[in-house]
């Protein structure tokens, strides 16, 4: 298994509707994760972050952790066009290392 | 949000030459860290850095790259002897000590293009 995958999309959703992104990892991540944004041709942007089983919510996003599952999900509710971009998820691995996805492309339509 | 400044925004250069990619943190930092992105490709890591030296670095990270502090500021990565393969974007990431979790924040990025 990669240490982190995710789906690489295209996930289309209409505007004002809720996007769902979904990463899951190895057992060489640890239990830290974050969740970028990344406009095309920029650098990612932290948006969220989540270390607790359970969810996390900070204003139109929720981040869920299930460590059992190994799964980390991204919820974006009410999107807007302005959303589109790549979504990438990311843990650290044992050490200062942080391991990415290879990202969600994301796109909210008008 | 903590800010980062990287220079130059794109860099051009001859395969076979050097080149010197620099960072710059506005706010307090414990750590930093290099990552390059390969067009169209996953974000990687290259190195970290804390207390003026090496942390952690990855197999990409190899005799060709090197990290330093020159002024105690500015974090700076050099490529020895650029390869085509080096073409990215490389980004410099800081982790501050007001901040919890471990949190890195990207700079905007330097697009290295080796010809």
């Known amino acids: 298994q990669k240490e982190v995958e995710q789906n690489s999309g295209p996930l289309s959703v209409p505007e004002g509707a809720i996007a769902s992104l979904n990463c899951t990892y190895s057992d060489r991540v640890s239990q830290s994760f974050f969740w970028y944004r990344q406009y095309s041709g920029k650098s990612p942007e932290l948006i969220m972050s989540i270390y607790s089983n359970g969810d996390k919510e900070d204003g139109r996003f929720t981040a869920q952790l299930n460590k059992a599952s190994q799964y980390v999900s991204l919820l974006i509710r009410d999107s807007q066009p302005s959303d589109s971009a790549t979504y990438l998820c990311?843990?650290?691995?044992?050490?200062?290392?942080?391991?990415f996805g290879k990202g969600t492309t994301l796109s909210v339509s008008s | 949000e903590p800010e980062v400044t990287q220079t130059p925004s794109h860099q051009v250069t001859q395969m076979g030459q050097e080149v010197i990619l620099r960072c710059v943190p506005i706010?307090?930092?414990?750590?930093f860290y290099w990552y390059r992105q390969i067009l169209g490709q996953k974000v990687e890591f290259l190195v970290s850095?804390?207390?003026?030296?090496?942390?952690?670095k990855s197999e990409i990270f190899d005799d060709q790259f090197s990290v330093e502090r020159p002024d105690g500021s500015n974090f700076t990565l050099k490529i020895r002897s650029t390869k085509l393969e080096d073409s990215a974007m490389y980004f410099c990431a800081i982790v501050f000590e007001d901040r919890s979790y471990n949190e890195q924040f990207f700079g905007p990025g330097t697009r290295l293009t080796v010809l």
């Open positions: 850095f804390y207390n003026n030296e090496i942390s952690e």
């Open positions: 706010s307090n930092h414990l750590y």
């Open positions: 990311a843990g650290y691995q044992a050490g200062t290392a942080l391991i």
